[in-house]
């Protein structure tokens, strides 16, 4: 019931920074979670980190923590994840998500998704 525009993908070198942004159009987030999810070539796609945007809880995978951080941009209805130090596997089709409730890891309990954005990170 949500849309989901996404953008801010690109091409950076080792140790550099990208934000993602994602707009939400359609309703107000106010009972949803939002979460970033990426998907590597040959790999599963994997929960990233993840918002209630109620409450403003946060979650992380392990391997991102300290390195990357999501907030809510109110202005765009949306969320950014601002990616620092980023290193060669962090290479990966990043997705936008939304979902009625609490953060979920698991990407089929979303069913809302942007389009997707490539980040390539060069080594």
């Known amino acids: 019931q949500v849309q989901l525009v996404e953008s801010g993908g690109g091409l950076v070198p080792t140790g550099g920074p990208l934000r993602l942004s994602c707009a939400a159009s359609g309703r107000a987030l106010f009972t949803y979670s939002m979460g970033w999810f990426r998907q590597a070539p040959g790999k599963e796609r994997e929960f990233v980190s993840g918002i209630m945007w109620s409450s403003g809880s946060t979650n992380y995978v392990d391997s991102v923590k300290g390195r990357f951080t999501i907030a809510r941009d109110n202005a765009k209805n949306g969320v950014y994840l601002q990616m620092n130090s980023l290193k060669p596997e962090d290479t990966a089709v990043y997705y936008c998500?939304?979902?009625?409730?609490?953060?979920?890891?698991?990407?089929?309990?979303?069913?809302?998704w942007g389009q997707g954005t490539q980040v390539t990170v060069s080594s």
């Open positions: 998500a939304a979902r009625r409730g609490g953060v979920s890891t698991t990407s089929t309990t979303y069913s809302n």
